[in-house]
Nanobody, 116 residues
Framework: EVHLVESGGGMVQPGGSLRLSCAASGFTFSTHDMGWVRQAPGKGPEWVSTINTGGIPYYPTAVKGRFATSRDNAKNTVYLQMNSQKSEDTAVYFC??????????WGQGTQVTVSS
C-alpha cells in the first residue's frame, strides 16, 4: 500500500524559510516522478513542484527561484526547501506521486503559515 507522510510544516515569518519532507513507502520510489501541491484556504489545488526520476526539478513561476525540491532515493524521501516566503505561500502542502499526467497518491498534508 502506498503511503506518503509529510513533515516539517509550521509557522514562519515573511522572508523566512522552512523545509518540508515526505517519506514514501509501498512502491518503488526511484521509478516515479514526485512533487508537491498546495491548497490555500478557499482556493483549489496549486502545483508547486515536480522532480523527475533523474532528479531534475520543475516549478511554476509563483515559486521559481524561491523554492527548491530534491529527492533522496536511498531514503525514499522528497524534500521541499522554501525560502523568502510570502504570506501567499500560506497553505496546506501535499506531497504526491506523479503517474502519467496526474497525481495518483497524496499525503495527508502539512500546514504552512507565513505570518508576522
Amino acid at each position: 500500500e502506498v503511503h506518503l507522510v509529510e513533515s516539517g510544516g509550521g509557522m514562519v515569518q515573511p522572508g523566512g524559510s522552512l523545509r518540508l519532507s515526505c517519506a514514501a513507502s509501498g512502491f518503488t520510489f526511484s521509478t516515479h516522478d514526485m512533487g508537491w501541491v498546495r491548497q490555500a484556504p478557499g482556493k483549489g489545488p496549486e502545483w508547486v513542484s515536480t522532480i523527475n526520476t533523474g532528479g531534475i526539478p520543475y516549478y511554476p513561476t509563483a515559486v521559481k527561484g524561491r523554492f527548491a525540491t530534491s529527492r533522496d532515493n536511498a531514503k525514499n524521501t522528497v524534500y521541499l526547501q522554501m525560502n523568502s516566503q510570502k504570506s501567499e505561500d500560506t497553505a496546506v502542502y501535499f506531497c504526491a506521486r506523479r503517474m502519467h499526467a496526474s497525481w495518483d497518491y497524496w499525503g495527508q498534508g502539512t500546514q504552512v503559515t507565513v505570518s508576522s
